[in-house]
């Protein structure tokens, strides 16, 4: 159970996008479609702004997308703002168990 | 309003045990598969155990606990647990309760409680 690689750091101006890397495996990322991904500002708890690859929950801006191609899932953040200052972390299941990736800090420079 | 308020952490020694509960409200709890993820301080987050839903009772264990957690749930309490047995120091950390979307534990968790902290030290 090895944890997906992530970049450990991303910076952008307002205004500009950013992608973070998530890459796994084909036992997981690659072999399903159930990749999220987590926002976690300081002190707070995550959350949930990707899931199942591509999908925004209700109240997340469309400035949030996310892909995936073969084992690296990937998201985007375009328009960047101040408050997307974060960590970011992907999340994928793996048959009988899922997996975190590492974690990104994002910084709006 | 979906809720979740954990309870139960605190401070134990190495070798000991705690159980961790999840209140849940403002939605049919036996609907969803639940989760435990947990996060050492200043660490990224890590997955601990799941459980489905719709009375599935499926339960998944990290490696790294399998064998001393075990997670349940009481449908009809609307809550989750985490007993922790044989902890270790590196068993630190906010632990929090997680609800899946689906009935299936998928990794896709939409909302998260608090955490409750637990800590094991000497």
């Known amino acids: 159970q090895s944890a997906l690689t992530q970049p450990r750091s991303v910076s952008g101006s307002p205004g500009q996008s950013v992608t973070i890397s998530c890459t796994g495996t084909s036992s997981d990322i690659g072999g399903y479609n159930w990749v999220s991904w987590y926002q976690q500002h300081p002190d707070k708890a995550p959350k949930l702004i990707i899931h199942?690859?591509?999908m925004r929950p209700p109240g997340v801006p469309d400035r949030f997308s996310g892909s995936k191609s073969d084992n690296t899932a990937s998201l985007i953040i375009s328009g960047l703002q101040a408050e997307d200052e974060a960590d970011y972390y992907c999340?994928?299941?793996?048959?009988?168990?899922?997996?975190f990736g590492g974690g990104t800090k994002l910084t709006v420079l | 309003e979906v809720q979740l308020l954990e309870s139960g952490g605190g401070l134990v020694q190495p070798g000991g045990s705690l159980r961790l509960s999840c209140a849940a409200s403002?939605?049919?709890?036996?609907?969803?598969?639940m989760s435990w993820v947990r996060q050492a301080p200043g660490k990224g987050l890590e997955w601990v155990s799941a459980?489905?839903?719709?009375?599935?009772?499926?339960?998944y264990y990290a490696d790294s606990v399998k064998g001393r957690f075990t997670i349940s749930r009481d449908d009809s309490k609307s809550t989750l647990y985490l007993q922790m047995n044989n902890l270790r120091a590196e068993d630190t950390a906010l632990y929090y309760c997680t609800r899946d979307r689906g009935a299936a534990a998928a990794g896709n968790s939409d909302y998260w409680g608090q955490g409750t902290l637990v800590t094991v030290s000497s």
């Open positions: 999340c994928s299941y793996a048959g009988s168990y899922t997996l």
């Open positions: 459980i489905s839903g719709r009375g599935g009772m499926n339960t």
């Open positions: 199942d690859v591509n």
């Open positions: 403002g939605y049919i709890f036996s609907n969803n598969a």
